[in-house]
């Protein structure tokens, strides 16, 4: 069984590489300075899909930030809609899950 104290380090340690990946893909998308349009092409492609990249850190940076409060709340662990415990092999693979497996389907 993890305790509090392991979840809270497992969350801040993903979050601190979440918070890295977002700044590195943000340096990529503005070192561009490519003039061929061949070149701007292909470099906007590929932008998309830093973008998308960006923003799925940006929500699982989200998703940790509100697990953090609700462990300082005293609620994590507790499915927010229902109120009931959230299985431990659960909160194993996804450690900022909000919801029980009954509410998440």
């Known amino acids: 069984m993890t305790n509090i104290a392991e979840r809270r380090h497992q969350l801040t340690t993903r979050r601190a590489e979440l918070l890295s990946r977002a700044e590195a893909i943000e ?35 989200a998703q940790i930030d509100a697990a953090l409060i609700r462990m300082d709340a005293g609620e994590y662990g507790a499915c927010v809609k229902c109120g009931e415990e959230i299985a431990e092999a659960r909160l194993d ?13």
């Open 27 to 61: 340096a990529e998308l503005v070192s561009h300075d490519t003039k061929d349009w061949d070149d701007l092409a292909t470099e906007r492609e590929a932008d998309e899909v830093l973008e998308g990249m960006e923003m799925s850190a940006a929500q699982e940076i």
């Open 93 to 105: 693979l996804l450690p900022a899950t909000p919801l029980c497996r009954a509410c998440a389907t």
